[in-house]
């Protein structure tokens, strides 16, 4: 069974930072990328990292790139999320969810919830001003 769980999420004060985990089972990251995404109250989801394990390739949108570091460890079927210089415009759930394809869909195609298979329950990240 494909699982996917992200934790780490907590109450911070603006400029601060967090380390978000999505601790994976169910399947091998081969041929798969994670994907980091967020939604705020009333939003849709919005993407903010993509990472392919296989290769280390990553992908992140302009909103946060900068502030965002996405990394994985295979071996544990881990991927991390380090966000730094967080702003009350960040407070939202995370969710970690994968897919089955290269990461270039995502930077050919968009980043978008829908190419993604399974989604884990999310973590909520608050950004107190």
């Known amino acids: 069974e494909v699982q996917l769980q992200a934790s780490g999420g907590g109450l911070v004060h603006a400029g601060g930072s967090l380390r978000l985990s999505c601790a994976a089972s169910?399947?091998?990251?081969?041929?798969?990328?994670i994907g980091w995404f967020r939604q705020a109250p009333g939003k849709g989801r919005e993407g903010v990292a993509c990472?392919?394990?296989?290769?280390?390739?990553?992908y992140y949108p302009d909103s946060v790139n900068g502030r965002f570091t996405v990394s994985s460890d295979s071996a544990k079927n881990m991927v991390y999320l380090q966000m730094d210089s967080l702003k009350p415009e960040d407070t939202a759930v995370y969710y970690c969810?994968?897919?089955?394809?290269?990461?270039?869909?995502?930077?050919?195609?968009?980043?978008?919830?829908?190419?993604?298979?399974?989604w884990g329950q999310g973590t909520l990240v608050t950004v107190s001003s």
């Open positions: 969810a994968n897919g089955k394809f290269p990461l270039d869909v995502v930077i050919n195609y968009g980043f978008k919830a829908e190419f993604f298979n399974f």
């Open positions: 990472i392919s394990p296989t290769d280390g390739r990553t």
């Open positions: 169910g399947f091998t990251f081969d041929g798969y990328v």
